[in-house]
């Protein structure tokens, strides 16, 4: 069936510096790509979303892109922040959403 | 306020005694679904529904009924539920499938003994 891989499954950057998500998906009709942060105990939040016809789209400290041909997705967060540490899933929609499993990502002050 | 709503929140029960957890939205969204969640693999989709009395099956339906009786509300069934089936469980919803953002609710932690 369709999946979505996530890499890495963990991250652990300084406060104020990068950290990149990778994904991949293997339907070739996806044209959704959300990213949810999930914070401990809590919901799935949309943190921001790209559609299959744009490249890249950037949020304050907050970026994505896309490579449709390579099935490719990224999430950049600049100037990392300690409110920054969390779960983040990527997710690829068509007629279904699929998630990743998921990158937990903690920021040391 | 706009909102998914989730009842129970927490649930501790036995295996076979059927369950219900209720979900409901007030925001005239077309599109429900329900998730599971469980370490290491992140949400799995379980049935989703594109408007009143149309339901379909996601990734991980199997032990699990819905019903769409009203657009705002998607409670999901157990009829006879197993330990396998202990879980965190988010309701979701958006206006269309079709590329629009999910509000989930709160989430329900479910134990089944």
């Known amino acids: 069936g369709e999946n979505v891989e996530q890499h890495p499954s963990t991250l652990s950057v300084q406060e104020g510096d990068s950290a990149v998500i990778k994904c991949t998906y293997s339907?070739?009709?996806?044209?959704?790509f959300p990213w949810y942060k999930q914070e401990l105990g809590k919901r799935p939040q949309l943190i921001i979303d790209?559609?299959?016809?744009?490249g890249e789209k950037k949020d304050q400290r907050i970026a994505v892109t896309l490579n449709k041909t390579a099935k490719h997705f990224s999430l950049h967060i600049t100037e990392t922040q300690p409110e920054d540490s969390a779960v983040y899933f990527c997710a690829s929609l068509y007629d279904k959403v699929i998630f990743g499993p998921g990158t937990s990502l903690s920021v040391i002050p | 306020e706009a909102q998914v709503t989730q009842n129970p929140r927490y649930l501790i029960t036995v295996t076979g005694k059927k369950l219900t957890v209720t979900c409901s939205q007030n925001?005239?969204?077309?599109?429900m679904s329900w998730y599971r969640q469980d370490p290491g693999l992140g949400l799995r989709q379980i049935y989703y529904?594109?408007?009143?009395?149309?339901?379909d099956k996601g990734d991980v339906p199997e032990g699990y009924k819905v019903s769409r009786k009203e657009k705002r509300n998607f409670p999901l069934i157990l009829e006879s539920p197993s330990p396998n089936q202990t879980s965190l469980y988010f309701c979701?919803?958006?206006?269309?499938?079709?590329?629009?953002?999910?509000?989930f609710g709160p989430g329900t932690r479910l134990l089944v003994l």
């Open positions: 339907d070739s009709a996806s044209n959704y």
């Open positions: 529904s594109m408007n009143v009395e149309v339901t």
């Open positions: 925001m005239n969204h077309e599109y």
């Open positions: 790209i559609r299959s016809n744009v």
């Open positions: 979701a919803s958006s206006l269309s499938t079709w590329g629009e953002t999910q509000y």
